[in-house]
């Protein structure tokens, strides 16, 4: 059985009802959390056998602890599979049911994303390498064309996407992870109010398990790169970037260092 979360802030109401009524066709669902940041309750949601919608009080949780409300409960549960996923996704319910068996024939799985196409059809590179500060920092603030070939390494923009692979940071616009792996893993670190909760989750199951993308199916992001828009959330990621590279290393990461260099072998190997 899967549960999914959505953690929700000042939300497009159509956008997500047309969500939720896509996702309650979904064969192997449980429940689906609606974990609400934002300053107002919406009345527009009412738990049900399939949805529970939780409200914070106001308070923004951020991403991550929020998405650990949900992911508690699947622990709890004992829910085999949890997906964390965003509201400006598009995806249709036979393609999530198609995942859940995918992972759930594959044990040695831990999380896996689809392929994930901008609404145009140009394809988002969701999976990457572990980043370096210079990927970060780089790529926000240094001119396009001394990144490029840095940024293409880091995005494995050389990959075949049009096959599985196995790679250490999967985005966090749809988190399709085994229980056991994400509780292993100690879930999501709430140190980080937003960015990049995903990557370290990722690094963590990518430990002990494989962490796949694969391409079998296709969903869309409405992707927004708000920092890229906003002052204060290029504040917010760089300031929990800071945290990620406290946590794990700035320039001496042997664990960064030993992934990386495995991941760029397979796929070379794998081309």
């Known amino acids: 059985m899967l549960n999914i979360s959505i953690v929700l802030y000042r939300p497009n109401l159509k956008q997500v009802n047309d969500l939720l009524d896509e996702l309650k066709k979904i064969c192997c669902l449980n429940k689906i959390y609606l974990i609400d940041n934002s300053p107002v309750k919406s009345?527009?949601?009412?738990?049900?056998?399939?949805?529970?919608?939780?409200?914070n009080d106001g308070r923004n949780l951020g991403y991550g602890k929020a998405h650990n409300i949900a992911l508690r409960?699947?622990?709890?549960?004992?829910?085999?599979?949890?997906?964390?996923?965003?509201?400006?996704?598009?995806?249709?319910?036979?393609?999530?049911?198609?995942m859940h068996d995918f992972i759930a024939q594959q044990p040695a799985v831990g999380q896996l994303i689809p392929r994930v196409i901008y609404p145009d059809g140009s394809l988002q590179y969701v999976a990457k390498l572990l980043p370096t500060p210079l990927d970060v920092f780089g790529r926000r603030f240094l001119p396009n064309c001394w990144m490029?070939?840095?940024?293409?390494?880091?995005?494995?923009?050389?990959?075949?996407?049009?096959?599985?692979?196995?790679?250490?940071?999967?985005?966090?616009?749809?988190?399709?992870?085994?229980?056991?792996?994400?509780?292993?893993?100690?879930?999501?670190?709430?140190?980080?109010?937003?960015?990049?909760?995903?990557?370290?989750?990722t690094r963590s199951?990518?430990?002990?398990w494989?962490?796949?993308?694969?391409?079998?199916?296709?969903?869309?992001?409405?992707?927004?790169?708000?920092?890229?828009?906003?002052?204060?959330?290029?504040?917010?990621?760089?300031?929990?970037?800071?945290?990620?590279?406290?946590?794990?290393g700035w320039f001496i990461d042997p664990e960064r260092r030993r992934v990386n260099k495995a991941t760029l072998a397979a796929i070379s190997t794998h081309e």
């Open 43 to 55: 009345e527009e949601f009412a738990d049900s056998a399939q949805l529970k919608y939780i409200f």
């Open 73 to 98: 409960e699947s622990v709890y549960d004992e829910i085999d599979f949890h997906l964390v996923m965003n509201a400006d996704v598009v995806v249709h319910a036979g393609d999530i049911d198609l």
């Open 148 to 201: 490029t070939k840095r940024n293409a390494r880091y995005e494995l923009q050389a990959a075949d996407h049009s096959k599985p692979f196995n790679a250490p940071s999967l985005s966090g616009c749809f988190m399709f992870m085994r229980t056991k792996a994400a509780q292993q893993a100690h879930l999501f670190d709430e140190r980080y109010f937003l960015y990049p909760e995903d990557v370290d989750l």
């Open 205 to 208: 199951i990518h430990r002990d």
């Open 210 to 248: 494989l962490t796949i993308y694969w391409p079998a199916v296709t969903i869309v992001h409405h992707h927004a790169k708000g920092s890229y828009r906003s002052w204060r959330l290029l504040w917010v990621h760089s300031v929990n970037m800071c945290r990620y590279f406290n946590k794990w």
